[in-house]
């Protein structure tokens, strides 16, 4: 048998940053607060409680939610999806977003739905809450939920995602869409890594239980009404 085909190295992403300057300040004290409260050793009490190690709470500049993955190896290809971003109509896209948004509200409230009149109305989300990307008795990663009222995130992350993967920059996933900003990632944090028996490092992603902070930061308000501003190509490999 053929040996399986070995996967393209991952170079950049597609994503929506979600640091700017009205949103940094909340960002800083939601996350102060959440590392401060998460990696603490527990009271003899909370023997149950298990710490998150410091390491693998992000870095508030590494906040984005990603719209898909490349592998850019060949020369010139960065240069082009540069282009191909430049290009877009991105205002166009957004207002495109509403009106699909518009669409669904009304297919869901049997045509009584109105809507449109904020058609050049910028896209602002909340980020509320604490999900896992597995299960919560034992996960690598934790993230928090962005939700939008006026429904446009999703079609316009969708379009922009389609954009990039027709074109032949993001790799193909069939999975649906799932926009998040990751809080934690044990990849990250000290013991991530590992030799393998190459010599060379291999990740590993250890896991936590979860269930106790997930509980405690139910509903939990990291940041409101953080603008949209860019969308961006970003290497991979976080930086603080």
């Not at 149950?48 to 390491?55: A, F, L």
């Not at 297919?107 to 050049?120: I, L």
């Not at 590992?194 to 239980?209: L, V």
Request: net charge positive.
């Amino acid at each position: 048998p053929k040996p399986p085909q070995k996967k393209p190295p991952l170079t950049h992403f597609l994503c929506l940053p979600l640091v700017t300057s009205t949103s940094r300040p909340q960002l800083e004290r939601s996350l102060k607060q959440f590392r401060d409260d998460v990696t603490k050793i527990p009271e003899p009490q909370e023997a149950s409680v298990e710490p998150i190690p410091e390491g693998a709470t992000r870095p508030l500049g590494t906040l984005h939610l990603t719209l898909g993955v490349m592998s850019l190896t060949e020369q010139g290809r960065v240069e082009e999806a540069v282009e191909l971003l430049k290009g877009l109509d991105l205002r166009g896209m957004l207002n495109e977003a509403l009106r699909s948004a518009v669409a669904a509200d009304k297919r869901e409230s049997n045509g009584k739905a109105e809507g449109g009149e904020r058609k050049d109305a910028s896209l602002t989300i909340s980020l509320s809450s604490l999900s896992p990307m597995h299960s919560p008795k034992s996960t690598s990663i934790l993230y928090a939920l962005p939700t939008d009222p006026t429904k446009r995130l999703y079609p316009f992350a969708s379009t922009l995602q389609s954009a990039f993967t027709s074109a032949g920059f993001l790799l193909a996933d069939d999975r649906p869409l799932k926009l998040h900003a990751t809080v934690v990632n044990t990849i990250y944090a000290a013991g991530g890594r590992r030799r393998d028996g190459n010599g060379g490092k291999r990740k590993k992603f250890f896991k936590i239980d979860a269930r106790d902070v997930l509980e405690r930061y139910r509903g939990f308000a990291w940041a409101e009404d953080v603008r949209i501003e860019r969308v961006a190509i970003c290497k991979m490999g976080a930086k603080k």
